[in-house]
């Protein structure tokens, strides 16, 4: 799952044998997931005080670190452009991690959401930029695809990155008020509903017919999660409410997490920035559980939505405080 996997400088002898100096080329592209993972729990607590009366200052406060890790990231991923724009270009032609450019304008989208209440007109400009970003990374990813001769291992979770963007148009465009904006998110629902399926079927393919996925990038295993929970509420969006083609959504999607959960959640697999691919995922199952529990009812989905987000936030905190540790210690940059 990282972006920018090191090319061996030899035959036979890998960079990562080679002391590395620290320096902002390091600084990888898809840890913009940890905006991602941290908007997507600050709106899944903000739908938790709407449905279920949840402490509103909790919500607040995530989304206020998530717009501060996002100023963070975004000053720190223009310095390594204005000093090593090879190493962003290289990041970008990657068959693999070019996908994590999506990242970014998940990241947009999401964070117009949060700050909306607050500065409305700074949201409607994130969100028409995050969206624009993620139409062109739609399209920049199919082309790639239609060029043919792609080796099979090549095929990974983070290619959903470009459908799940398109869909993250519809899940934060319902309230923006531009005369256009609700034909931009039919766009997106239509791009999103078409793309992330194939995308889906093509990775599943591979992860059955090929050798397993390598420890180091099976987090992104979750990523298989992402299409039906945001699709749910990209469709729910769409719709104005919660049907039975929604619930199959939801409940495919839950399936998944408990396929998928003891697949990464094992002992042996390192802590790295890739990690943080689960955030989003599991934002989205919790977002998606507690809004099917608000219009269901009962208590048992209401129970499954509290745990849902309880273990989303549990996850969080300790990716949040491993990433500092990281950033602490410098070996983030090398």
């Given at each position: ?49 709407q449905?279920?009366a949840?402490?509103a200052?909790?919500g ?12 963070l ?35 947009l ?5 949060l ?7 700074a ?9 624009l ?11 790639r ?9 090549l ?39 078409m793309l ?8 599943v ?48 999607g839950?399936?998944l ?14 802590f ?12 989205a199952?919790?977002?998606a ?26 996850a ?19």
């Open positions: 799952m990282n972006a920018s996997p090191p090319m061996p400088l030899t035959p036979g002898l890998a960079a990562s044998a080679v002391p590395v100096a620290a320096s902002i080329r390091h600084l990888p592209v898809n840890l913009f997931a940890s905006v991602m993972g941290l908007s997507g729990l600050a709106i899944a607590w903000r739908l938790a005080h449905a279920f949840a402490p200052f909790i607040e406060a995530v989304g206020a670190l998530a717009v501060a890790v996002f100023v990231m975004a000053a720190g991923y223009l310095v390594k452009l204005a000093r090593h724009p090879h190493a962003v270009s290289a990041e970008f032609q990657h068959p693999v991690g070019g996908n994590f450019f999506g990242t970014i304008a998940i990241s989208l999401l964070l117009s959401s700050i909306e209440p607050y500065a409305a007109s949201a409607h400009a994130l969100w028409t930029v995050g969206a970003g993620a139409f062109a990374l739609a399209f920049i990813a199919v082309s695809l239609l060029k043919g001769q792609l080796d099979a291992p095929v990974m979770p983070a290619w959903l990155l470009s459908g799940v963007a398109t869909l993250d148009i519809a899940v934060t465009g319902r309230d923006m008020p531009m005369a256009w904006a609700p034909e931009m998110t039919l766009v997106a629902g239509a791009l999103g509903a992330a399926p194939v995308l889906f079927v093509m990775i393919s591979r992860l059955v017919h090929r050798e397993p996925l390598a420890p180091a990038v099976t987090p992104s295993l979750m990523m298989l999660v992402a299409p039906f929970e945001v699709g749910f509420l990209a469709y729910t969006n769409l719709v104005g409410g919660v049907d039975r083609f929604a619930a199959v959504l939801f409940y495919f839950l399936f997490f408990l396929v998928i959960a003891p697949k990464v959640f094992r002992p042996g697999i390192a790295s920035p890739a990690w943080w691919g689960i955030s989003f995922p599991m934002a199952l919790a977002s559980a507690l809004k099917y529990a608000h219009h269901a009812g009962g208590a048992a989905l209401q129970g499954l939505a509290m745990v849902l987000l309880a273990i989303l936030s549990g969080l905190a300790v990716l949040f405080l491993r990433t500092v540790r990281l950033v602490a210690s410098g070996q983030l940059f090398r």
